[in-house]
């Protein structure tokens, strides 16, 4: 039975250079998606950090700045 890696080698042999061209930018985005998504899943909370940086405000203070 043949390997996906080699489905995909003998299906890139009939492929005319403008294709391959297409299939190289197509394979450096997977990777590139695969890499960074490695990276997002380590720390959920990496993903959120900084979003609520800065002083406190309480209750008030956010009605004020709302009415």
């Known amino acids: 039975m043949e390997s996906v890696k080699e489905k995909i080698v003998d299906k890139l042999e009939s492929l005319p250079e403008q294709a391959l061209q297409e299939v190289l930018i197509f394979v450096d985005f997977v ?3 695969s ?3 490695a990276e997002d ?7 959120v950090a ?8 309480s209750s008030e203070e956010i009605e004020t700045e709302l009415y």
Do not use: N
């Open 31 to 33: 990777a590139w998606r």
């Open 35 to 37: 890499h960074h998504q």
């Open 41 to 47: 899943s380590s720390d959920p909370l990496l993903s």
């Open 50 to 57: 900084g979003i609520l940086s800065g002083e406190p405000i």
